[in-house]
């Protein structure tokens, strides 16, 4: 790598990114030599056709198995054909991700309930309201109790909704009655977070599930527990907690690092770690600290969707998304990267050895070779992240200013779109939004979500079609890397309305919006179910009516294979822009991409081309509105 000239660097650094303060710093990862995502990419190929196809099975000791039709291996030792062997990859790709997003949630869940207890020092209830409302929402008593008491009573009845007494998940109640019905119907509401999931386990196992669409189906029902579940759970407690997100202003990429400051980034997703550490960095004590190293104070960052939601809530500066994370570490200047768990490369503390940076993580769940480990709880939250920012800021010194190198300047975005933000700047009320969506002023609305992945060139999946679709003026929501993408692309800005088609830009005129809304983390796209949910019983249809559509150009986690499943589900059009590892049978590729409009009105499609992906989109929406007469 070392051995490239300057010409074919940069040439390189184009194809693998949009994002302007990434090319620089990629530029100078392939002078240096240092390994990055896309050279692990390049390395590991050419993939296996048959992993890729989804057609490799290594579940029992029976095995490995390849089925290879050609070659007249349509059978692994236990007898699974290509459709079991897809559709069981499948349902465990989707349980993983719903696990995820689930386990997340709990950790919650079970801080709430601790700090209503008084377990869990240093937590408050930030949104007392909110606590109240849901609280009651979920049909329990709070006239007669303290916010401690309800807090307490919130907690135990969520964390009782990942067991199976009940049976039932809270807040699918929300979901519009029509919606609940399709999943009456096709037997896919959800039961209780865990034990879908279990349940998933199990039917992988050799000689349970062995009929592909029974496997499939059971993967909606799991991912339903996820978004209307286990997310959404992590998203109300958190902003129970941390406080419900209101529209404010910050900046966004590489450029955030600030050379004169101690440099700490956020990364992960849990937001009970990353909050304490926002206190922690607060404090005066560690302000002096940092000060007599010669730093003029302590700059935190945000990265992937911790930096959501510390965006969200706080305006927290954000690094970037995924694919920023090792090339924050190479500008030098940062003495330390904090982790919880999800979309933390593991070889970070690899990259971090070339530099002074410490790698610090912090969840029993998500230890990592070569990191520095500090044991989080609920139990020592203030002093543990105390520790963690004393670490970061006796690093300074280390710094080797030679080293340092940090990109161009940050843009310019507007986040913090809550459905509580959205409703509140509308008047209160959604029928504004109903209105111009009505009227074909906003001709749709497209849930624009997930991660960035090798196989698109970094961030341009997510902000074509955003740009594609804001011209053909389609409001876009998002989440997760692709908010973070269209950030740094400039288009979480009023400003940004500009390249909207006429009617929507006069809509954002009018309303000070920007036309792409950032609406959070992963979990969050559970706020898209609840916007969803609401517009639907607005109009008194299920979701599956709406012109709306989800769309995931850069995916590449098992979480994000949750979102599309349950985005479907919930009756949404989703349309992936990488191909999930299901083309070894046409019988499960039917079934996803056309079949399973029959079960739930809603399907996948798969197109790499954002371009080609927005007019699937927006023909998608134009037979919505024909459909619902407006
Ligand atoms: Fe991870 Fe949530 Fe994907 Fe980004 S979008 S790469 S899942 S950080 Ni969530
Ligand atoms: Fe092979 Fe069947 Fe075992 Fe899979 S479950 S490894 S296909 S024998």
Redesign the pocket.
Known sequence: MALLNPELIRQKAEERTIDNSAKEMLMHTLREGIETVWDRSEMQKPACRFCSDGLSCSRCAMGPCRIISEHHRERGVCGADADLVVSRNLLDTIATGAASHSDHGRDIVETLYKTGKGEAPGYLISDEAKLKRIAEELGIETSQKSNDEIAVSLGYFLLDEFGMIKNSLGFCSRAPEQTREIWEKAGITPRSVDREVVEAMHRVHMGVGANYANILIHGLRTSLSDGWGGSMMATECSDILFGTPAINKSMVNLGVIDEDYVNISLHG?NPMLSEMIVKAAGEQELIDLAKSYGAKGINLVGL??TG?ELLMRKGIPMAG??FNQELIITTGALEAMVVDY??IFPSLPRTASCYHTKIISTSDKSKMTGSYHFDFKPENAVETARAIVKTAVENYPNRIPEKVFIPGDPVELYSGFSVEAIKEALGGTFSPLIDVIASGDIFGAVGV????NPKIKHDYGHVTLAKELIKNNILCVE????A?ASGKAGLLTPDAAFLGGPKLKAVCKKLGMPPVLHMG??VDCSRILVLLAELAKALNVGIDKLPVAGAAPE???Q??VSIGSYFVASGVYTVLGVMPKIAGSNNVVDLLTKDVESVVNAKFAVEPDPKLAAELIISHIENKRKELGI
Do not use: F, L, R
């Open positions: 997703h992937c969707c959501n998304n995924h999800q979309c979500v997930g991660c960035n989440t997760g890397c692709a973070i983390s992963c995916w590449y986690s979480k994000a």
